[in-house]
């Protein structure tokens, strides 16, 4: 039944083959390990085959798997029942397993019993009233086609004990082994000293006669512990087969006459042994799905808080971009510069590097604003700071708006010579732009650009940089405009 696609896929050609044979391997084993020298049965495991083969192709074809189970029940039954009532026990097995699974679709259920709910629901539909009603009707045809002197009610529980167990040992194994996507085991040290140390308590326990070593009791309750630390430590599939070893291992201890609970008779032996049972499916199984559960929920979680905080972050990366740029433009605000400034003169105070300022003005921009309308305005405040952008590129280089019609560039390590040829490179650009300004000289949209360097020492400030930068844009303004002009 193994599939490496988690997709609900129609099963394989070879899984008909091998469904009849895990399933008559499963009766077999059954006679063998759980079947008292009174014909008692302590657990029934084939009908879990069905079952979790329906589960995890999601009935599909189930008629097909009815059948070949079917067959296979009725051929293993023959070696202790007679033909007639082989065939009729057959059937009951097909409506209990029929029964569960459709009260599991009705239910809502999952089909992989990773949830705590998918397993109360599964409990309750299996184990407690799909194999009763297939013990109602069984135990009627046991007491009425066969020589026996047990009691109907007897009989009812035997089997609906029985079926109930086997469904909650074998179904969830089968299931947990079929699933590819478990999660990897981190073993620990202490992992290793507790799986040794479960091994020889458990040889010990099952290696006992009567429940008792001198009088020191050594019950199978003792492998209670043991199994929750698996289940807390190993999940579920792991969890599971401890479940069903333990359970088999049992079994063998009440069938060959080893009295695993004490000196008892073998009706309460039996009972002791299916109590001992359902503890350790509810502990074990339902704990393993508990905590696997909890897994899962905490690492949504988890991938929660990372969205969450990307998502958070990201907006706060925005907020801050938003906070730094302009909103008319789209370059760096007065804000950004500011910020900027403050830094590069410090890293050029160290370094002992040159600094260069420029400062830009638009030529006759309330004209301008005049002739053609603030929104023309805007569009040419947004081409003069395109410009600016691929002019004022190199790393630590800066572009800003100034404000209203200024703007600024910031350019780190660049002597007198290479900032006046960016600044001419942007003057030359912005007039070869041709944007048309009939109330300039100049009929198109230009601008005074003043350039200010300097290897800040002890005694210069970064106020008077920008005043030099200024006082030389005010002199390009009073030379006629359209022009560069380095402070002196």
Not at 141 to 154: D, E, H, I, N
Not at 454 to 482: F, V
Request: aromatic share 8%; proline share 3%.
């Amino acid at each position: 039944m193994n599939n490496t696609n988690r997709a609900w896929e129609s099963p394989r050609w070879w899984f008909y083959i091998l469904l009849p044979l895990v399933h008559f391997a499963s009766v077999k084993l059954t006679f063998f390990c759980a079947v008292t020298p009174e014909n008692e049965v302590v657990v029934w495991l084939p009908n879990a085959v069905l079952l979790a083969a329906l589960m995890r192709f999601r009935g599909q074809r189930g008629w097909l798997m009815a059948i070949l189970t079917f067959c296979s029940d009725t051929f293993a039954n023959m070696a202790v029942f007679t033909p007639a009532v082989a065939v009729q026990l057959s059937v009951i097995n097909l409506i209990e397993v029929a029964v569960t699974y459709l009260l599991m679709r009705r239910a809502g259920a999952s089909s992989d019993l990773k949830r705590v709910e998918d397993l109360r629901k599964f409990t309750i539909a299996g184990p407690l009233i799909g194999t009763l009603l297939a013990s109602l009707m069984a135990a009627a045809v046991l007491k009425t086609q066969m020589a026996t002197g047990t009691p109907y009610l007897t009989l009812t529980r035997l089997w609906w004990f029985g079926d109930a167990l086997g469904m909650m040992i074998y179904a969830p194994l089968l299931l947990a082994l079929t699933q590819t996507d478990h999660e990897p085991v981190r073993l620990h040290k202490t992992d290793a000293l507790a799986v040794l140390v479960i091994v020889v308590l458990a040889g010990v326990i099952f290696s006992t006669y009567g429940g008792a070593i001198n009088g020191v009791s050594m019950t199978p309750t003792l492998l209670l512990p043991m199994v929750l630390y698996i289940a807390v430590r190993f999940g579920t599939r792991w969890t599971a087969l401890t479940v069903a070893l333990v359970s088999l291992a049992v079994s063998i201890m009440l069938t060959s006459g080893n009295r695993p609970f004490g000196d008892i008779s073998v009706h309460l032996e039996i009972i002791h042994a299916q109590e001992f049972i359902l503890t350790l499916c509810i502990v074990g199984i339902g704990f393993s799905i508990l905590m696997d559960e909890l897994r899962v929920r905490e690492r949504g979680l988890e991938a929660r808080v990372r969205q969450r905080t990307h998502e958070l972050e990201d907006s706060n990366s925005k907020l801050a971009t938003l906070s730094q740029t302009d909103g008319l433009t789209g370059i760096a605000n007065r804000r950004r510069f500011d910020e900027v400034f403050a830094a590069e003169w410090s890293r050029a105070g160290r370094s002992g590097q040159s600094l260069a300022l420029a400062m830009l003005d638009v030529d006759y921009f309330k004209a301008y604003n005049d002739t053609y309308g603030h929104q023309c305005g805007d569009d040419c405040l947004r081409a003069i700071a395109n410009l600016l952008g691929k002019n004022v590129r190199r790393v630590g280089d800066l572009a800003a708006r100034y404000g209203g019609e200024e703007f600024a560039f910031i350019a780190p390590m660049t002597d007198s010579h290479s900032a006046l040829g960016i600044a001419e490179t942007i003057r030359r650009a912005l007039e070869q732009l041709n944007l048309p300004h009939a109330a300039s000289p100049f009929h198109v949209v230009t601008a005074s650009i003043g350039v200010a360097v300097i290897i800040p020492g002890k005694s210069d400030t970064p106020q008077g940089l920008l005043q030099m930068a200024d006082a030389a844009l005010y002199q390009a303004k009073q030379q006629g405009r359209n022009q560069v002009v380095l402070a002196g």
